[in-house]
């Protein structure tokens, strides 16, 4: 049997439209590359859009890659992830299962004795493997999910079992992403012969003892300008396991299939990409600007810098004048000239005499830890919820209200959908 796992799609990510074609490009790609390496079936482990109500043109072009998968008859399994959808659980994944283009796995009830989730899985139909997991939602409050799972159930089963979720686990968390909220991995049941995980874009695995590798595959394409920087492109894996292993009835120790299962990552990159950092330190805003563009113009002459993505980062503090003197668009336009196929700036990190605070959200450029630790910060001025409470709930009123209006939505609609959203998320904290 041999499969592909991927994560954090974020189809619609990107506000500058260069970036946002090579997001549906790598996608399509990725999708190309399933199909020549014939693999059985394909996992979306969640956060498959970047919004909860994307726009046509990304359901259109995600309808038509799934179709093609559909003709094949290449079975797709998904969870929903953070971004999937809305408070009020709306979702374009339950639009595209109607049409029969994926199955969503997060199937389950609850027990109205024991008051436990009970989790079903999916069998599919050519290879027989068990697919189940627990969709994401956003902070903390997908933990509750795994709090009151029935574990035995799907630790008991026979077969092949694969366990998707879209959680930060502690015991898979990278060193950057250590001041995040997470479970533990023992939240998780035990004995599935594969972990597919997404809401992490850090590529991980990670072997437990009693547990199959747990996996992260990271972002599938970088989905903002850290990322990008730190990654330069994203990939999935292809899991591959010997067939006689396939038809088992007994459970086998998760040593036992170890040896029987090989995974490989496949990155895919469309564009190469130039990354500069660069020092603010005792230079002018012209100084500076002048420094970049020779750094560029110097380093064009051994190695073109045609149709790569370049990223710029800056710190330091400058010695007169500020952050937005920096004549970025005269810096954009020259490295255009040179043939880049896009330029992203990061000067969030330069200081100035006028303006320090953003030093006390620590030592990172990624904006949603700077939100989070500012957030963190500020926490418990205000009585009504105890802190971890009031925490979540800014989280979520900050990303529900990260909305504008769709195509074709009424201003009265659009302004239902906001209170809406919003008072299931008061209600939801109301404890
Ligand atoms: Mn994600």
Same mark, same amino acid.
């Given at each position: ?13 990107w506000r500058d439209e260069e970036m946002r074609k090579l997001?549906? #490009? +790598?996608?399509?790609? #990725? ?31 995600? #309808?038509?890659?799934? *179709? ?8 797709? %399994? ?6 999937? =959808?809305?408070?009020? !659980? ?19 009830? /609850? ?14 139909? @050519? ?32 077969? %092949? ?11 898979? &968390? ?12 023992? =939240?998780?049941? @035990? ?27 990271? #972002?599938?394409?970088p989905?903002n300008f850290s990322e990008l920087k730190k990654y330069s492109?994203?990939? =999935? ?6 067939? $006689?292993?396939?038809? &088992?009835?007994?459970? +086998?120790?998760?040593? *036992?299939?170890?040896?029987? $299962? ?9 564009k190469d990409h130039i990354h500069l950092e660069i020092s603010a330190k005792s230079k002018t805003p012209e100084t500076l600007q002048e420094e970049i563009i020779d750094y560029f113009q110097t380093k064009n002459k051994q190695t073109p810098i045609i149709d790569k993505i370049i990223t710029i980062s800056v710190n330091g503090k400058l010695e007169k004048g500020k952050a937005s003197d920096i004549k970025w668009g005269d810096i954009f336009k020259t490295l255009g000239t040179l043939g880049a196929y896009h330029v992203l700036k990061n000067d969030l990190k330069i200081q100035t005499q006028e303006y320090q605070e953003f030093l006390q959200a620590g030592d990172t450029t990624d904006s949603?830890l700077i939100?989070?630790?500012? /957030? @963190?910060?500020?926490?418990? *001025?205000?009585?009504? =919820? ?8 800014? &989280? ?18 659009? *302004? ?13 904290? !109301?404890?």
């Amino acid at each position: 049997m041999k499969y592909a796992h991927l994560a954090d799609l974020h189809l619609g990510s990107w506000r500058d439209e260069e970036m946002r074609k090579l997001s549906t #490009a +790598t996608f399509e790609k #990725a999708i190309n590359s399933c199909i020549n390496q014939k693999v059985d079936f394909i996992l979306f482990a969640g956060d498959i859009f970047n919004n909860a109500l994307p726009a046509i043109d990304i359901v259109n072009f995600l #309808a038509f890659t799934l *179709q093609k998968l559909k003709k094949l008859d290449i079975p797709l %399994y998904v969870i929903p992830g953070s971004h999937d =959808f809305s408070p009020t !659980n709306r979702s374009m994944i339950d639009v595209l299962e109607s049409a029969g283009l994926l199955t969503n796995v997060c199937k389950g009830s /609850i027990n109205k004795e024991t008051k436990l989730l009970e989790l079903n899985y999916t069998t599919d139909p @050519k290879t027989k493997a068990k697919i189940t997991g627990i969709l994401g939602r956003r902070g903390m409050l997908g933990s509750t999910y795994y709090e009151n799972l029935n574990r035995e159930k799907l630790e008991s089963e026979p077969g %092949y079992k694969i366990f998707m979720f879209h959680t930060t686990l502690t015991e898979l &968390k990278p060193k950057h992403l250590e001041m995040l909220d997470s479970c533990p991995a023992s =939240f998780l049941p @035990k004995n599935q012969d594969y972990y597919a995980g997404g809401h992490i874009h850090h590529r991980t695995i990670v072997e437990i003892p009693g547990f199959g590798p747990m996996t992260y595959t990271g #972002a599938l394409f970088p989905n903002n300008f850290s990322e990008l920087k730190k990654y330069s492109n994203g990939g =999935f894996y292809i899991i591959e396991t010997s067939n $006689q292993d396939l038809n &088992k009835t007994e459970i +086998t120790s998760s040593e *036992q299939k170890k040896s029987t $299962q090989i995974i490989t990552y496949h990155p895919i990159k469309i564009k190469d990409h130039i990354h500069l950092e660069i020092s603010a330190k005792s230079k002018t805003p012209e100084t500076l600007q002048e420094e970049i563009i020779d750094y560029f113009q110097t380093k064009n002459k051994q190695t073109p810098i045609i149709d790569k993505i370049i990223t710029i980062s800056v710190n330091g503090k400058l010695e007169k004048g500020k952050a937005s003197d920096i004549k970025w668009g005269d810096i954009f336009k020259t490295l255009g000239t040179l043939g880049a196929y896009h330029v992203l700036k990061n000067d969030l990190k330069i200081q100035t005499q006028e303006y320090q605070e953003f030093l006390q959200a620590g030592d990172t450029t990624d904006s949603k830890l700077i939100e989070e630790s500012l /957030i @963190k910060e500020h926490l418990g *001025q205000f009585k009504t =919820f105890n802190k971890q409470t009031e925490l979540d709930l800014i &989280k979520n009123l900050l990303s529900s209200l990260n909305t504008s209006k769709k195509e074709a939505e009424k201003t009265s609609d659009f *302004q239902k959908r906001i209170k809406q959203d919003i008072n299931v998320l008061l209600a939801n904290n !109301n404890h």
